[in-house]
Nanobody, 123 residues
């Protein structure tokens, strides 16, 4: 069983940056890892994903060019660098793990989730 703990969220002004971390414990993080977000009153949506080796990534169109996903397998940690933040990026951000790259943007393909970290962008 893998436990995920997100951190790094907070309050930031529009145009600012945050770096989220997702630390795994329990097992080695030999999974495809993804970040999702859920804004108030909206469904959870895909943000980014990264393959086991770190060379393969995928991003939602809304964050391309602004967000970067990375991982440190030695530290069992996944990161999400968020730059040029916008008000509409305000949400709870979750990390999750899956073994299916074919459905990497699908919530249902993920096997385990963290509890989330709040990101609030002031306009």
């Amino acid at each position: 069983q893998v436990q995920l703990v997100e951190s790094g969220g907070g309050l930031v002004q529009a145009g600012g940056s945050l770096r989220l971390s997702c630390a795994a414990s329990g097992r080695r993080l030999s999974y495809i890892m993804g970040w999702f977000r859920q804004a108030p009153g909206k469904e959870r949506e895909f943000v980014a994903a990264i393959g086991w080796g770190g060379a393969t990534t995928s991003y939602a169109d809304s964050v391309k060019g602004r967000f970067t996903i990375s991982r440190d397998n030695a530290e069992n940690t996944v990161f999400l660098q968020m730059n040029t933040l916008k008000y509409e990026d305000t949400a709870i951000y979750y990390c999750a793990g899956t073994q299916s790259w074919a459905e990497v943007a699908a919530i249902g393909s993920y096997d385990f989730w963290g509890q989330g970290t709040q990101v609030t962008v002031s306009s």
